[in-house]
């Protein structure tokens, strides 16, 4: 009892590191997300990272908007939209708008574990077609061993003579693509209404998001040319296409500006002008004649009427005749 002891470990286990974490792994067989290194060990932000980390791990179809992620989160906005902006510029988010059967414009959410992975399509849109079913084969009536022994002799001579026949062989004969498979031509920028292309690049100065490329320009023509044609002003027609738009951009700005000009009903045209009425004749201000002193129309002052003009005219010539 003398001697003194030590409960220390005379070494370290073989395969453990002396510095740095040590992980205490525990098999997991529910409830758990696979999650790749590449995502889980990026260099930035760690909203960033906890952000994607929490998408993946809600089951699909539950909301991952803002909104959502600040219930969820004590960030605030900023910091979340910031996260989502990386996340989809890394190539881990991709927001769409598509637009249903029904007509209506739905944004869809991806979130891929992997950037570059190709999105499951929707069962709701695109139902597999029914598979045909087979017809069911009709009762054929009894025969007598007589009647199928002939039946079988005339449709065994009909396959002999069919054996010695020279087969058919059918040539397939080229079809064209039907026209919806064709891809649709893109309208070339030089056909479009210049007023109309005026009006688009003329946009970007209001606001510089709004940079079209030559593709979306010649697109967006045709819909500006209708506008322009139903008498609405370029300044106008800038005015509907620039004001309150989002903050964040979640789609491309061509998408924006076809939402606009196609669901925004088209103005009033404006009412026709009025008939022009010829002009009425200038009225002369009343004078008072120096003869008589009746009122008459006159330019001037100090004249006399038209039958004062008319006595002084006949006066001279009776008094010559």
């Known amino acids: 009892m003398a001697d003194s002891q030590s409960n220390a470990r005379l070494r370290a286990d073989a ?19 696979v999650i790749s290194n590449a995502l889980a060990q990026r260099r930035g932000s760690a909203v960033t990272i906890g952000v994607a980390v929490y998408i993946l791990s809600l089951p699909t179809g539950t909301p991952v908007s803002i909104e959502a992620l600040c219930a969820h989160f004590t960030e605030g906005e900023t910091l979340i939209s910031r996260a989502l902006r990386e996340l989809e510029s890394a190539g881990y988010l991709d927001r769409r708008c598509e637009r249903l059967s029904s007509g209506q414009i739905r944004t869809r959410t991806y979130f891929y574990d992997v950037p570059g992975g190709t999105p499951q399509p929707d069962p709701d849109d695109s139902p597999e077609p029914p598979r045909p079913t087979r017809p069911r084969k009709s009762p054929q009536p009894w025969k007598s061993p007589a009647a199928e022994r002939a039946t079988s002799s005339s449709s065994s001579t009909a396959v002999t003579e069919a054996a010695s026949a020279p087969a058919s062989i059918p040539v397939p004969t080229p079809t064209s693509a039907p026209a919806a498979d064709r891809p649709e031509e ?17 946009l970007r100065r209001v606001d510089p998001r709004l940079l ?10 045709p819909a500006v040319g209708q506008w322009l044609a139903a008498g609405v002003a370029p300044s106008r027609i800038t005015a509907h296409l620039t004001t309150r738009l989002p903050d964040h951009l979640l789609a491309r700005p061509a998408a924006i500006l076809a939402f606009r000009l196609r669901e925004t009903p088209l103005p009033e045209p404006p009412p026709a002008p009025l008939p022009s009425f010829p002009e009425r004749p200038v009225l002369l201000p009343f004078q008072t004649c120096d ?10 002052s100090g004249q006399r009427c038209r039958d004062c003009r008319g006595r002084l005219v006949q006066g001279p010539l009776r008094a010559a005749g």
């Open 212 to 221: 079209l490329s030559e593709r979306e320009a010649a697109r967006l023509a």
């Open 186 to 202: 893109p309208a070339a920028l030089s056909d479009a209404d210049p007023q109309a292309v005026s009006v688009l690049a003329s």
């Open 291 to 300: 003869g008589c002193e009746r009122a008459f129309r006159a330019p001037e």
């Open 15 to 33: 395969g453990t590191p002396t510095s740095g974490v040590i992980h205490v792994r525990t098999r997991l067989t529910a409830d758990f997300t």
